[in-house]
Nanobody, 121 residues
Framework: VQLQASGGGLEQAGDSLRLSCAASGRTFGSYAMGWFRQAPGKEREFVATISRSADSTYYSDSVKGRFTISRDTAKNTVYLQMNSLKPEDTAVYYC???????????????WGQGTQVTVSS
């Protein structure tokens, strides 16, 4: 499966932004989907994940209550709604597809190219 992330941009603290990740192929529903992010000089970290059937979601503590992950199987797309953005949310955001819902990078088999989110104070 190929993944194409989009929707990044330059925002101010407190703003909202929605990222999208479009998946190619007919097997989108077979994959759990995740969002990760990587800030300059830091390792790529888990942000959110959603199960294949969308009945389970997990979030990192740093975004819980502010970010929402969702998926639209008809559109082969996973979303990350980001509210109350903070400067520390600045990073390149990556979407990923894996066989099981997981917080671990190594459990994801396919990765998108990343989209930059910059939040100014």
């Amino acid at each position: 499966v190929q993944l194409q992330a989009s929707g990044g941009g330059l925002e101010q603290a407190g703003d909202s932004l929605r990222l999208s990740c479009a998946a190619s192929g007919r097997t989108f529903g077979s994959y759990a989907m995740g969002w990760f992010r990587q800030a300059p000089g830091k390792e790529r970290e888990f942000v959110a994940t959603i199960s294949r059937s969308a009945d389970s979601t997990y979030y990192s503590d740093s975004v819980k209550g502010r970010f929402t992950i969702s998926r639209d199987t008809a559109k082969n797309t996973v979303y990350l709604q980001m509210n109350s953005l903070k400067p520390e949310d600045t990073a390149v955001y990556y979407c990923a597809a894996g066989r099981y819902i997981s917080r671990r990078r190594d459990d994801y088999d396919y990765w998108g190219q990343g989209t930059q989110v910059t939040v100014s104070s």
